[in-house]
């Protein structure tokens, strides 16, 4: 009963996989259906030059790719993962109103214009100091761009932390900048993602971590959607066995797909 809706092709800088390839993966996995999701970073610093997304033909190229291999029982959409900046609101929301875009996810992978994937992120600061920055980064951008359907991994920065105890301790010491971003989420009526490319890189839960998926059910938080972040066919719906029984236990019993921007729900089991 699965869809996954966060994967990469290679319409994304960070990525080789051919959609076809992608398609082809989540068929042969019994997937309900995909949603692309490649990535928009304008102004990503040039010296880490992953996302440089050809707008102009990525819409259209997937599009027809979408008409072409969807079935009755297999459905392909079509959306973006925006890497949010404030100062770069106004071009993000130009792009995303540029095509009828299914979904979009809304990421924050940059503080201060430095991204933690990469090792020079980490030495500018403590380790504590700059994750509680990429919180603050993160209500920040949701707060000046706000055309977006869910809030995307979260607790990305962590995948990345050096220090394993910091790694695994996502939530308590920032639990209030959490408690404003999830109220933020909340009061826009959007989705919270879970993205299970968490388990990959070694934390033993997806993001966000468990504890803040059931602080946003708390706080009043309605919709989830559902992520591998997948960037090659392998990667399609991995760690997706893992969410029924976690997500249970955080007081969800059914996730959202976004159709033309607006949520339709499935039931988890």
């Known amino acids: 009963m699965f869809w996954d809706n966060h994967m990469h092709c290679n319409f994304s800088g960070d990525s080789d996989a051919s959609p076809i390839d992608m ?13 692309f999701t490649d990535h928009l970073d304008i102004d990503y610093p040039k010296q880490f ?3 440089d997304l ?3 033909n990525y819409y259209p190229t ?6 072409q291999e969807s079935t009755d029982k297999f459905t392909i959409l079509n959306g973006l993962e925006v890497g949010i900046q404030p100062h770069v609101a106004d071009k993000c929301n ?18 201060n214009k430095w991204d933690p994937y990469f090792d020079s992120f980490w030495e500018r600061d403590t380790e504590s100091a700059l994750l509680n920055r990429y919180y603050e980064s993160i209500l920040e951008n949701i707060t000046a761009f706000t055309n977006f359907d869910t809030i995307g991994h979260l607790d990305y920065a962590f995948r990345y932390a050096r220090n394993q105890e910091t790694k695994h301790n996502t939530h308590q010491p920032y639990a209030e900048i959490i408690d404003a971003i999830l109220q933020q989420i909340i009061k826009l009526d959007k989705a919270l993602e879970v993205n ?3 388990f990959r890189k070694g934390m033993g839960v997806p993001n966000p971590a468990p504890s803040i998926i059931k602080r946003y059910k708390e ?3 309605k919709m989830i959607t559902l992520g591998a972040d997948a960037h090659t066919p392998e990667d399609v719906a991995a760690d997706f066995d893992k969410l029924p029984d976690l997500l249970n236990d955080c007081g969800f019993h059914e996730y959202y797909v976004f159709k033309n921007r607006k ?3 499935y039931p988890l089991r």
Do not use: M, R
Request: glycine residues 12%.
């Open 23 to 35: 398609i082809n993966s989540a068929k042969s996995k019994g997937l309900l259906g995909i949603t």
């Open 94 to 111: 130009e792009a995303v109103n540029a095509h009828p875009y299914d979904f979009i996810i809304g990421s924050t992978h940059l503080v």
């Open 62 to 67: 997937l599009h027809k790719l979408a008409k």
């Open 54 to 56: 050809d707008l102009e």
């Open 49 to 51: 030059g992953f996302f």
């Open 219 to 221: 706080l009043g938080g």
């Open 263 to 265: 949520p339709e729900a």
């Open 196 to 198: 299970t490319a968490a």
